[in-house]
């Protein structure tokens, strides 16, 4: 079974960057289409990201498109988020999550193991 560790998150000004990690131990994430989401204050987890085993595919929520980017160094056994021109929408708890079977999903009922959560916050 593979653990995930979050880590990057913190407070930033609207317009500014963050890169999120996502360090797994346990198990090589190679064998992993690995996903982002996210918890905004008092409302439900929603998708950000996705990213095939090797990366050769992504998918983002519409809301992210164009800012953020997902990729993945399988040799570290991690997974990136990188946010560019943060909007105080986005702030919200950040989760890695990984999925066992082949193919992206957007659907969080499709991965299996979660890390615990780095909070992002973007101050107006």
């Known amino acids: 079974q593979v653990q995930l560790v979050e880590s990057g998150g913190g407070l930033v000004q609207a317009g500014g960057s963050l890169r999120l990690s996502c360090d797994a131990s346990g198990r090589s994430i190679s064998t992993y289409t690995m996903g982002w989401f996210r918890q905004p204050p008092g409302k439900e987890r929603e998708f950000v990201s996705t990213?095939?085993?090797?990366?050769?595919?992504?998918d983002y929520a519409d809301s992210v498109k164009g800012r953020f980017t997902t990729s993945r160094d399988n040799a570290k056994n991690t997974v990136y988020l990188q946010m560019n021109n943060l909007k105080p929408e986005d702030t919200a708890v950040y989760y890695c999550?990984?999925?066992?079977?082949?193919?992206?999903?957007?659907?969080?009922?499709?991965?299996?193991?979660w890390g615990q959560g780095t909070q992002v916050t973007v101050s107006s």
């Open positions: 999550a990984a999925k066992n079977s082949a193919g992206i999903s957007r659907l969080a009922i499709y991965y299996a193991t």
């Open positions: 990213i095939t085993r090797v990366g050769q595919v992504t």
